[in-house]
Antibody, heavy 118, light 106 residues
Framework: EVQLVESGGGLVQPGGSLRLSCAAS????????MHWVRQAPGKGLEYVSA????????YYANSVKGRFTISRDNSKNTLYLQMGSLRAEDMAVYYC???????????WGQGTLVTVSS | DIQMTQSPSTLSASVGDRVTITCRAS??????LAWYQQKPGKAPKLLIY???SLESGVPSRFSGSGSGTEFTLTISSLQPDDFATYYC????????FGQGTKVEIK
């Protein structure tokens, strides 16, 4: 069974940093691109970042470019999102998702909440 | 970036109704479109991919159509479990979501 489990969310002050993790199991992690998607309270889904299966290519939404860094450790089956210079508008539930070029995002984690407040 | 526009934003319907949600892309995305269902406090769930292909395990009352810039999600007979928010997503270049359509009880 495919499972994606996010962790690392919490309360952080504006300007602070946080690292999210997404532990994957039930599939060959190193064969899939992975993604981060966020959802601010009461709002819609916003695409955040992507990383290729071998980590060689990354993509960032303009809203996080230069502040967030996506990475992965295929030996640990884990995806990361290092978030810096956090702003109030970064406050959201962050989901990791498995990407498939033919179907979109076929599996999602349960999400982890990031709260940015002083 | 490709913009995705869904309509309506909110839809009030009754059990048994036929429901249609539209998604328009700002430029052609061929058939690289997915539909997701999200319930409060839960992660999105893939329903339809490549515009019209039904994800395994998804009830056949859900269907998708369209190509290029205009797409639709249809629920042939709305069931109590279908009251949720639905999102379209283009995965042509690179990835963008629509703003969502909330299907609520009439």
């Amino acid at each position: 069974e495919v499972q994606l489990v996010e962790s690392g969310g919490g309360l952080v002050q504006p300007g602070g940093s946080l690292r999210l993790s997404c532990a994957a199991s039930g599939f060959t992690f190193s064969s899939y691109a992975m993604h981060w998607v966020r959802q601010a309270p009461g709002k819609g889904l916003e695409y955040v970042s992507a990383i290729s299966s071998n980590g060689g290519s990354t993509y960032y939404a303009n809203s996080v470019k230069g502040r967030f860094t996506i990475s992965r450790d295929n030996s640990k089956n884990t995806l990361y999102l290092q978030m810096g210079s956090l702003r109030a508008e970064d406050m959201a539930v962050y989901y990791c998702a498995r990407g498939s070029p033919m179907v979109g995002f076929d599996y999602w984690g349960q999400g982890t909440l990031v709260t940015v407040s002083s | 970036d490709i913009q995705m526009t869904q309509s309506p934003s909110t839809l009030s319907a009754s059990v048994g109704d036929r429901v249609t949600i539209t998604c328009r892309a700002s430029q052609s995305i061929s058939s690289w479109l997915a539909w997701y269902q999200q319930k409060p406090g839960k992660a999105p769930k893939l329903l339809i991919y490549k515009a019209s292909s039904l994800e395994s395990g998804v009830p056949s009352r859900f269907s998708g159509s369209g190509s290029g810039t205009e797409f639709t999600l249809t629920i042939s007979s709305l069931q109590p479990d279908d009251f949720a928010t639905y999102y379209c997503q283009q995965y042509n270049s690179p990835w963008t979501f629509g703003q969502g359509t909330k299907v609520e009880i009439k």
